[in-house]
């Protein structure tokens, strides 16, 4: 693959956290899980639009601030009972920097 | 008026009013020895007055509130041993009530919820509990006064199914212990992390979740003050982000204005900062504070640097925390005032700002007994009279009203200000995080209130002395350390840069 982007250093993301990606067209937020695990998600809840980006993650989800809905990071399914899902996107994580791959956008429907 | 909640050996005891039958009185009383439960109402008039109970004492604030408010039980007295569950929380004959409702009647008006909505999940999903009723149909799952509606539709759909347990205590799921015992290991095995916490109470998750991570860094904050160092990602984004989101994800900011008051300039340089920031609505708040909506999160730090520089600090109207002091005019001004009610607002609001509680914190002054701050229906209300100041705790507005308690007269400045340190802190120390003072003082109980903040002397001083040195931590102003660059990431976006492109 071509298309990696580096976005960020690993440090520059929270650790339980997240940060939000501006981009031309639409925010992604990229999250970081206690053990370091880094995920990229459309920054938009499939409720109602709110930005996951500030939620609280924890394990390996996170609770959208607006109406707790809880969603799985590596999945981007939002978790039971209530249902929907988000776009994920491809990140890897190499010598401390964080890559973004948006050719995966419409992956996750 | 007092109850008594009591601990004794590991019995609940409760009692409340005139327990003992006098000539002219009917008592009721529901006993079961082999369960080690009793409860004696005692009536007259189909009204009580008096219960007395141990073993289950659940219902204690039921009678307790029935008592006070003088309700006739007539139309429920035939259940009413069996306790309130057996009604539902909204009124009386809740369960036949509901039961006669049509089904697109709304029980649930935060998530508009319709009676055939519930029932048609309860079959369909086979719900069993109130929780999984919660889940699945949002009904009573967000303020919560429509729960005895809801519980009585489980009773009705699924029958003898249906138990209506009292809810677990545990914190959270992820672990078995109660909110009290948590707080009890923090301050006894002196846990000051998170993953203190995790490791020597054996959390079964590796890093909590949105209930338990914010009411662990509050009891640490509380318990350990400038020692545990606040932790941000288990905050929710509005005490992370010192402003209230809004449902387009942008902020609102309320610059705070100590007992109201504000100076031309003041409120020129709000206007300054509205125009700057192309503040789209300005509102004044129900405690008379400016809040100013619609600001974009990447411009908060700027907005504070300029509120800062003209004397501004958070007003904290989006945390669990002190929010604000309301005033009426007072004496100074007022026909009828009696004492300086706006000048002790200002000194109230400059010793309790800051401070993080287990849940919001309102305070009012009301300057004579007409009481146009409305101190009554707050967490602390005073009310000036000319020979003094009542003080009185554990109110609020909002989906249950309460009034509050009266804890005590007296007769200083200075006295209010130790006795509302003392109380605050009471509440600080003892609160369950996520409850405000009104349903605290009646799980406690106004008689333990009055007996460590009014009979106490010394504790009440030592309270206040804790309460000012957590103060000297807590009173530092988040916007300032914000416009000056801490927690910058919080605020700032990323960006593709192409440049950074790899291969």
């Given at each position: 693959m071509s298309d990696w982007i580096a976005i960020a250093?690993?440090?520059d993301i929270p650790q339980l956290g997240a940060r939000k990606l501006q981009t031309e067209s639409l925010d992604i937020a990229i999250f970081r899980t206690g053990n370091d695990q880094v995920f990229a998600l459309r920054?938009?809840?499939?409720?109602?639009?709110?930005?996951?980006?500030?939620g609280i993650v924890h394990g390996q989800a996170v609770s959208c601030p607006l109406h707790n809905w809880k969603i799985d990071l590596q999945s981007g399914q939002v978790q039971g009972p209530d249902e929907g899902c988000v776009h994920t996107y491809a990140v890897k994580v190499e010598d401390g920097v964080v890559y973004l791959s948006l050719a995966a956008a419409e992956s996750a429907a | 008026m007092t109850s008594t909640k009591l601990k004794v050996t590991g019995i609940d005891l409760f009692s409340a009013g005139a327990f003992n039958e006098g000539e002219g009185d009917e008592t009721l009383v529901l006993q079961d020895p082999a369960q080690g439960v009793y409860k004696k109402l005692v009536i007259r008039d189909n009204r009580i007055k008096g219960a007395v109970m141990y073993g289950?004492?659940?219902d204690g604030t039921w009678y307790f509130q029935l008592l006070r408010e003088g309700t006739d039980i007539s139309s429920f007295r035939n259940t009413i041993?069996?306790?309130q569950h057996d009604l539902g929380?909204?009124?009386?004959?809740e369960e036949t009530r509901v039961v006669k409702?049509?089904?697109?009647?709304?029980?649930?008006g935060c998530n508009g919820v319709c009676k055939g909505d519930i029932v048609k999940a309860i079959s369909s999903k086979g719900l069993f509990t109130l929780d999984e009723v919660r889940a699945h149909?949002?009904?009573?799952?967000?303020?919560?006064?429509?729960t005895g509606m809801v519980e009585a539709l489980l009773a009705s759909t699924v029958g003898e199914g249906y138990s209506a347990a009292p809810?677990?205590?545990?914190?959270?799921?992820?672990?078995?212990?109660s909110h009290d015992e948590v707080r009890r290991a923090i301050r006894e095995d002196g846990l000051k992390s998170m993953r203190g916490v995790f490791d020597t109470l054996g959390w079964k998750t590796p890093d909590g979740c949105t209930s338990c991570r914010p009411a662990l860094n509050y009891y640490l904050l509380a318990a350990w003050p400038g020692e545990y160092e606040d932790d941000a990602?288990?905050?929710f984004i509005n005490e992370r982000a010192h402003g209230n989101i809004q449902k387009d994800g942008t902020y609102s900011v309320v610059p705070r204005m100590f007992g109201g008051l504000c100076t031309a300039n003041d409120l020129r340089a709000i206007a300054d900062v509205s125009d700057k920031y192309q503040v789209p609505e300005m509102k004044v708040t129900g405690g008379q504070r400016i809040d100013l909506f619609g600001v974009k999160k990447e411009d908060l730090p700027a907005m504070w640097k300029d509120l800062s520089a003209a004397g501004f600090v958070s007003g904290?109207?989006?945390?669990k925390a002190l929010r604000t002091v309301k005033t009426c005019a007072g004496k100074n001004w007022c026909r009828?005032?009696?004492?300086d009610s706006t000048g002790l607002g200002v000194q109230l609001e400059e010793l309790t700002w800051g401070s993080w509680m287990p849940h919001k914190f309102k305070l009012a002054v009301s300057?004579?007994?007409?009481n146009c701050a409305e101190?009554?229906?707050?967490?602390l209300g005073v009310v000036c009279v000319d020979s003094g100041y009542e003080l009185h705790v554990g109110g609020n507005g909002g989906i249950k009203v309460r009034i509050t308690d009266l804890l005590c007269k007296v007769a200083s400045e200075a006295e209010v200000l130790e006795y509302t340190g003392a109380f605050v802190q009471l509440y600080r120390e003892e609160g369950h995080y996520l409850e405000r003072t009104a349903p605290w003082v009646e799980r406690v109980s106004l008689g333990y209130v009055k007996q460590r903040i009014v009979d106490d002397a010394a504790g009440r001083m030592e309270l206040y002395e804790r309460f000012k040195y957590s103060q000297q931590f807590a009173q530092v102003d988040p916007w300032r350390e914000r416009a000056e660059g801490a927690e910058a990431h919080e605020f700032t976006p990323l960006h593709i840069d192409p440049m950074r492109a790899a291969s």
């Open positions: 250093q690993l440090e920054d938009r809840c499939p409720h109602r639009g709110g930005p996951l980006s500030q | 289950d004492t659940m041993l069996f306790g929380d909204a009124g009386h004959g409702l049509s089904d697109d009647a709304e029980i649930c149909t949002k009904a009573s799952a967000s303020c919560g006064s429509c809810s677990k205590k545990a914190m959270c799921s992820c672990t078995e212990r990602q288990s905050r904290h109207a989006y945390g009828f005032g009696t004492q300057g004579c007994p007409r101190a009554t229906i707050k967490d």
